[in-house]
């Protein structure tokens, strides 16, 4: 079914940075009265794909992950996944610049693959993995979206900008050379890659990750991500329907974001921080007012080193709500309830599972 254009293409949590653009030439010259001006050129009708420019310069200490050209036909919306395995040395990623197509990028995310499900997928494999059956059971995030300090990549509340051009490309990651995410060699990646072709024409585009790098044994703490994700459910047509599971913490954690889930169904997200004997702590995190383009730039809430820890025996209550205005029921993947975030010290990456009730209106 073709697509409507994509009015705000912005990358999750608002993280974008300004596009820099070149001043007018024509304003420029026009203070110079007895100057005359050449003609505007015009508009070049065809300009060069994404696919077909150049490559970004690799960072300086690092390493660059760089997906194949991909073609996405007219109105259709794809994944790709490709896979790879880093072969250097075991360093800590403090940095992650992205750079994708801003007309047509929805995401493009590192991943684990996992030891069963991926294990017939060679370094360099590139697979169509659109469907349901490549997106299931999910991939944990190896590097989630992640700022610390003032730096240009942490916007202020409520600021909106445009996703930048390809050859800027936007921070996904921007921490403290001490703190950074554990790269071994021999570590296995996927690149997931979304893209959503709105035009009447083939696009050829592509990904490319930029990993800055320290020695792991210069890293005080390594960060890593916790995913707490619902499991099965199934909302029922017309109806309001809210569900909420508990996920534990095994030991202190730091926290440095947090974010909620869900698709255009959903109503309100809430994440409550409890004590060992289930008392609520705090409230963790809140959509009050859950909007459809949340599903594509939800909520995220960002800490400074020890501002927030949870201990070990804690954990987080999540509930999340929905209201079913379709004449079926609808289940994963059209729905979804995952809390997300980044913590440390956090060995590997957190991926439970919980044991979802559901329930009546939310409270």
């Known amino acids: 079914m073709p697509l409507d254009p994509l009015e705000d293409w912005r990358y999750p949590a608002g993280r974008e940075h300004p596009v820099k653009r070149p001043f007018a030439l024509f304003a420029v010259l026009s203070l110079f009265a007895c100057e005359s001006l050449p003609d505007e050129p015009a508009e070049d009708p065809t300009p060069t794909m994404i696919g077909d420019r150049a490559i970004p310069e690799p960072p300086a200490v690092g390493f660059q992950i760089v997906t194949p050209v991909l073609e996405i036909p007219?109105?259709?919306?794809?994944?790709w996944c490709f896979y790879g395995t880093y072969d250097g040395p075991d360093v800590g990623v403090y940095k992650m610049v992205?750079?994708?197509?801003?007309?047509?990028?929805h995401h493009s995310l590192l991943k684990a693959p996992l030891e069963v499900e991926d294990a017939d997928k060679e370094d360099g494999a590139l697979i169509d993995c659109s469907g349901l059956d490549e997106q299931f059971p999910p991939r944990p995030t190896l590097l989630e979206s992640v700022h610390v300090g003032d730096g240009p990549g942490r916007p202020e509340d409520g600021d909106e900008r445009e996703r930048p051009d390809w050859p800027e490309g936007y921070?996904?990651?921007?921490?403290?050379?001490?703190?950074?995410?554990?790269?071994?060699?021999?570590?296995?990646?996927?690149?997931?890659?979304h893209f959503v072709n709105w035009s009447d024409e083939?696009?050829?585009?592509?990904?490319?990750?930029d990993l800055h790098t320290v020695p792991s044994e210069d890293v005080e703490n390594f960060v890593n991500t916790f995913n707490h994700d619902a499991g099965g459910f199934q909302l029922t047509p017309g109806q309001t329907t809210t569900l909420d599971f508990e996920?534990?913490?095994?030991?202190?954690?730091?926290?440095?974001?947090?974010?909620?889930?869900?698709?255009?169904?959903?109503?309100r997200y809430r994440v409550d921080h409890l004590g060992p004997q289930g008392a609520v702590r705090e409230e963790a995190y809140l959509v009050d007012d859950w909007t459809p383009d949340m599903r594509f730039q939800p909520k995220v809430d960002l800490?400074?080193?020890?501002?927030?820890?949870?201990?070990?025996?804690?954990?987080?209550?999540?509930?999340?709500?929905?209201?079913?205005?379709?004449?079926?029921?609808?289940?994963?993947?059209?729905?979804?309830?995952?809390?997300?975030?980044?913590?440390?010290?956090?060995?590997?990456?957190?991926?439970?599972?919980?044991?979802?009730?559901?329930?009546?209106?939310?409270?």
């Open 74 to 79: 007219p109105g259709q919306e794809m994944f």
């Open 98 to 105: 992205v750079h994708d197509d801003p007309n047509f990028a």
């Open 171 to 193: 921070e996904w990651v921007d921490l403290p050379p001490e703190l950074a995410f554990r790269f071994d060699t021999g570590q296995r990646w996927m690149a997931d890659v």
């Open 202 to 209: 083939v696009v050829r585009t592509r990904a490319v990750f």
């Open 247 to 267: 996920c534990g913490w095994d030991n202190d954690v730091t926290i440095l974001a947090i974010g909620g889930h869900m698709h255009s169904w959903g109503q």
């Open 303 to 363: 800490y400074e080193p020890g501002d927030w820890v949870v201990r070990a025996g804690d954990s987080f209550r999540t509930e999340c709500s929905w209201f079913n205005t379709e004449d079926h029921p609808l289940s994963f993947p059209e729905e979804m309830c995952t809390t997300f975030g980044v913590g440390y010290p956090i060995d590997q990456a957190i991926y439970c599972i919980g044991n979802g009730q559901q329930n009546g209106p939310p409270n």
